[in-house]
């Protein structure tokens, strides 16, 4: 089986190669302005369904995770060959990408919610593959908490976002503009926050580069192309109904700014290759977020763009990471160069990534760029992009050109990888010349109606590779350049890096929760047993006692008050309280034996003979059985009286006492006993009712109650036979 | 009479959870016969009450004519009677081997046997 698996899985690739078709034959239809709806009924009562819906937003999305999961497929084939979980990493991976596939076309909020988190979780499992490692498990379990953490206000803001708009169907909440709705602010907050999680923006950065313990194919699939880029879908999803405000602008501009800043500045300080590409995906999607905020049909035209770009040249640049550790046996981004000669084609495709991502003409990054700078032209927020957009620069030069030219070090004795590991990069590095090149038509076929869908109206889009000599033009020269000091200054900036960060704070905050767990434990799981009970029963009495104070009650007339049954009921209180105080054993059995007769007596007042006789032989008994035992035991310790104790008795008592006067004589149904009282002797030829009840009707609950004596009696008998001293013996 | 009766089976509810949480074992037992049977008055009181009227057919009738005292709750008190009687016979036999082998009756003592 294992043998057949290793060559197998060199063909799952062909799974999203169907799916890119697939998805590829809609952008007819999509063009022509139509939707392509699936639903089935999924909790109709809170019209609620398990819905599908693409657009031209979505199909892009769509495209990019099947398009990059085929490259990745095959990739991690030979990546992982003869890797222990292998299988393991085929399962996660393709769970994964059907989850994310039903992130974003989802037609209906709770399904997104579902698939949404369904990638945390897989997501969680794929970091968390060479779970034998300590760093891996606890990358694995810091993108989990820190994602679903996120999901869970997600799942509050969908649910807000569907009160308000009436509706879980995405598409009849995309029809509409909530921003004057008075839940409109905690729907922005709470779906941000869940974005911001997702999409690893500030202050929820640090979970993403932690997450490059997973093996390189993971990197470059869910943490740079596709799962990562969820957040940023779902603000871009909900722009037409949420965006254009003042509070949406101010806030996904500021997050956006600083995550863009911070994860380029730590992208290019960074040592690990990997973790350089990591910051800088952290930077594109603050970028992203970014252009979002701004909102104009510019910047949405440059989100798309950047994130087509992006997708393929970062997509490309982790394979060529993994690809060059793999032939090179090194991670760390300085001990690398050289290696265009013995890896050419490796080198290749890392190149050509590289050129889209410094944004070289005539690639995709460049067209992107140029966008970019357009949409921000003559405003303040241009000299952000432009700061991120030359520390990136910086970046690219250092994952995808530093390796390559230059010296070989000595200590690298490089070999070219095998083809599905340099061919994977290459085809995306080639993917995002071809789109440059082709920009008009990937303009009118992929981004317009993206756009489109993102704008919530039609949107006029001519994408062009060449814009003519303008000032944009010298802004993206001027980029380049001072992109090629950021890298060679490098080594300067790397000594500005802080010392600590938010992956610190999500120690500190890790080891507060455990502390606050433990000290919780022991407070509540103290082991004594009577102080469960105390606990149960002052809840049970606070949650009944106080709504059932406000009850209207009846009271039951005092009267028919015989003065002897009245002296009984005295004296089985006062025998009542002095078993409770009496200090020796038998003694305060006997009381409780005056107590038993006491209600045998009742019993025999109120109707009920058969009863009475019971109650007064099992009463018997019971005062034998206690006495037998007794005896044998000192007298009670002297016990102070502790008042909540006391206390707590009395409420108690008040409790039963208060709901004996509610209830009793109260039934609001036909009683049964009438049957019984009817067929009692025509059906089962007896008089006395109870007994006919007993052994006729539910003759079965007797027997199981003879059963529960027999086996009572059995324990207390085994136990008794035991010699004294070691009870095991 | 329903209230006096209702404030009885309070005062015998009300001791008995005030000896269910004492430290002692054998008073927690008192505490509990306590309260098992103050639950059979409650249930006993449920239908309200009827005086003098057993429910049984009397000879020559074939039907149960009202009023009489209704039957079915009389029918599970006694099964609860005697099932009481089955628990609380094994927990005083229990307790009298915790204190024969172990010589203690206070249940605080009692943590952590199985270490």
Known sequence: MRTLGQRVVYLFFLLPVGLFLYFLRFLPELLAGERVREAWSWVPGLGIAFAFYLDGFSLLFALLISGIGAIVLLYG???????????????????????MLGLVLAGDLITLFVFWELTSLTSFLLVGLEHERPSARRAALQALFVTVFGGLFLL?????????????????????????????????????????????????????????????????????????????????????????????????????????????????????????????????LGLLTFLLGVGSEGAIKAMVLVLLAHALYKGALFLVAGSVDHGAREKKVENLGGLAG????????????????????????????????????????????????????????????????????????????????????LVLGLAGLVLGLGASEVGRLLVAPAVADVAGREVPVRVYLWGGLNPVLFLSLATV???????????????????????????????????????????????????????????????????????????????????????????????????ARSRSPIFAVVALGLVGYGIALIYLFYGAPDLAMTQLLVETLTVLVFAFVFA??????????????????????????????????????????????????????GRNVVNVILVDFRALDTLGEVVVLVLAGLGAFALLRRKNGNPRT | MMVLLAFLVGVLVGVGVYLVLQGSLARFLLGLALLSNAANLVVFLSPGLVRGHSPIIPLGAKVLEPPYADPLPQAMILTAIVIGLGVLAFAVVLAYRVHQVLGTDDLDELRGTDR
Do not use: C
């Open chain 1, 342 to 425: 013995a890896m050419p084609w490796t080198a290749l495709g890392g190149l050509l990534a590289a050129a889209s991502m410094v944004g070289l003409p005539p690639t995709m990054g460049f067209v992107a760029k140029e966008f970019l700078y357009k949409a921000l032209e003559g405003t303040l927020l241009l000299v952000a992009a432009f700061l991120t957009s030359l520390l990136l620069v910086g970046v690219a030069l250092l994952a995808g050109v530093k390796p390559f030219v230059g010296k070989k070090p000595a200590h690298l004795s490089p070999h070219e990888s095998p083809w599905p590991l340099w061919s994977g990069p």
């Open chain 1, 156 to 284: 509050g803001g969908l649910v807000l976002l569907a009160l308000a708009g009436g509706s879980y169907s995405l598409e009849a909440l995309l029809a509409q503009d909530l921003t004057e709705h008075p839940y409109y602010l905690p729907i922005l907050l709470l779906l941000a926050l869940g974005a911001f999680a997702k999409s690893a923006q500030f202050p929820f950065h640090f979970w993403l580069p932690n997450a490059m313990e997973a093996p390189t194919p993971v990197s470059a699939y869910l943490h740079s192309a596709t799962m990562v880029k969820a957040g940023v879908y779902l603000l871009a999803r909900f722009h037409p109904v949420l965006g254009g405000t003042e509070v949406w602008h101010g806030l996904l501009t500021a997050v956006g700014g600083v995550t863009m800043l911070l994860g380029a500045f730590s992208a290019l300080t960074s040592q690990e290759i990997k973790r350089v590409l990591a910051y800088s995906t952290v930077s594109v």
């Open chain 1, 632 to 685: 044998a035991m000192p007298r009670f310790a002297k016990e102070k009286t502790v008042p909540w104790k006391a206390l707590l008795g009395v409420g108690v008592g008040m409790a039963v006492t208060w709901g004996i006067l509610l209830t009793s004589g109260q039934a609001k149904l036909p009683p049964v006993s009438q049957f019984f009282a009817e067929e009692s002797y025509v059906s089962a030829f």
């Open chain 1, 481 to 579: 350049l001072a992109g090629v000091g950021a890298f060679s200054l490098r080594g300067s900036l790397r000594r500005l890096s802080l010392p600590w960060g938010a992956d610190q704070a999500y120690d500190r905050l890790i080891l507060g929760l455990e502390r606050l767990a433990k000290w919780q434990t022991t407070l509540l799981q103290h082991g004594y047993v009577r102080l469960y009970t105390a606990t149960v029963l002052g809840a049970g009495l606070l949650v009944t006692l106080l709504p059932a104070l406000r009850l209207p009650v009846e009271w039951p007339s005092f009267g028919g008050v015989r003065p002897y049954e009245a002296l009984v009921l005295l004296l089985m209180a006062v025998a009542a309280f002095y078993t």
């Open chain 1, 77 to 99: 084939a030979s990546y992982l060959e003869s890797h222990p979980y292998q299988d393991r990493f085929f399962v996660f991976i393709l769970a994964f990408m059907g989850s």
